[in-house]
């Protein structure tokens, strides 16, 4: 079976979250989005579990759905047919001996947990609790190292998963410039053999890993870390497996490139692509400072020391640079179909942009608005899940039916005729700009002569 899955968001239990992130909500906004399995997020947090015993009941192993008498309309018109996966996510602040400098220092990282039951659930959070306070946010802040993290939950069941989450990010991640190791051995020591996947993070995508070889091993998913109901599914996966916990794990376990390579062309993927953000839409892809409004390139940054000319202190090195340092081969020369991407071995990745977003870009107004909403229902109404529309939707189907502007703003992320100016830096989003005719015909000739 062939399906959409996020599997990282945050419920209205954690910091920063919109109040709506209800279950209810969740079911009938991953509907509407075309997503088939969602996360719970935020099993740790007792309020948040409770809600979910009391209002979601068993599918398929290890799966969930949500009970009848709490289901909602969905925009489509039809029944939400969504499922849930038990997942959450922790903190993790410790200091150990620098692998490197052999001199103790800070590390920040943090870790996503998989269970397939409840009963799992429920011994992770004894023990996370004695280690620590669950009960103030969705998304714990413990003392715990990472290796601790992992045994916790194998302990309490050897079918629990744990992934670094969005692993580059700056202040809290495995790979973080300001908090983070070298390599996943460095984090994880002996128990790295467990660690099959990594969170890319909305400010790098599939390509810019793949210059990393200690990630030949490990598999890339992406997800939407989501804190309010429009962003769910901004990244998110595309599997083609059994509807179950054990299926998802194992699509996930698949899509090493060393797995695909030795499955084989003849063998039928069943981790098929991941949906992305374009990494400068991210708030951490390249180098700066929001207050002093100072953002640039990593070979910028090199040129100044990575201290900031306004201010005088060390810039917020972003992912891109983070990437730079720990390359060890050039990007790849990707083969691009349309808004897909592929490379060898590797699981194709989709670049994309939010409907919502499009549509507020193309109409020269805000996402909030009341123009972004009639038309984005309107598409939904007639074309069904956003992933749809974004991905699968005849132009012509399109034309006549929304905004002209709309359908030409959808065109336009498909052929990747978009820009970000600034990029994201600094927990500041990138800007998106589509390009007018001189740039795109700019852009045609940069791809002819590569090609030539």
Known sequence: ??????????????????????LE????????????????????????????????????????????????????????????????????????VSPKTGIKRGYRVHNLIFAPDMETVEKINIQLGWAGNIISDGRPILGLDSREILKIAMDANPKSVIIPAH????????????????????????????????????????????????????ALISNSDSHSLPRIGREANIFDTELSYGGIIEAIKSGSPNRRKAAGKDEKPKFVATIEFF???????????????????????????????VCGKP???????????????????????????????????????????????ALGTVVASKKVKVEYDKLIREFGGEFNILMEAGINDLEGKVHE???????????????????????EYGHMIFLNEAEIKAKDLVKQQRLF
């Open 279 to 309: 990494p400068e839409e991210g708030k951490y892809h390249i180098d700066g400072h929001r207050l002093c409004n100072v953002h640039m390139e990593p070979a910028e940054t090199k040129k100044i020391n990575g201290i900031c000319p």
């Open 405 to 427: 502007k709309v359908v030409k703003g959808i065109e336009a992320i498909r052929k990747g005729e978009i820009r970000f100016d600034p990029a994201g830096y600094d927990g």
């Open 1 to 22: 079976m062939k399906f959409i899955a996020d599997l990282h968001i945050h419920s209205k239990y954690s910091r920063a979250t919109s109040p709506q992130m209800t």
């Open 167 to 218: 692993a580059w990010t700056p202040w809290f991640s495995v790979f973080g410039s300001m908090s983070g190791f070298d390599s996943i051995e460095e984090c994880f020591g002996e128990y790295a053999q467990y660690i099959f996947a990594i969170e890319t993070g909305l400010s790098s995508d599939p390509a810019m890993n793949w210059r990393f070889s200690k990630l030949d091993n490990v």
């Open 25 to 96: 909500e969740l079911d009938r906004w991953a509907h509407d989005k075309g997503m088939d399995v969602m996360t719970t997020g935020d099993f740790t947090h007792p309020a948040w579990i409770k809600e979910i015993k009391n209002k979601l009941e068993p599918a398929e192993p290890g799966l969930f759905k949500l009970k009848k008498e709490f289901k909602r309309p969905t925009i489509r018109g039809d029944e939400s047919q969504t499922r849930f996966i038990l997942t959450t996510e922790v903190s993790s602040i410790y200091s150990r």
């Open 315 to 361: 810039l917020v090195i972003g992912v891109l640079n983070r990437v730079e340092e720990l390359a060890d081969r050039p990007l790849p020369k990707l083969e691009d179909e349309g808004y897909i991407h592929k490379y060898e071995n590797r699981v194709p990745y989709y670049s994309l942009v939010p409907l919502d977003e499009v549509i507020a870009k």
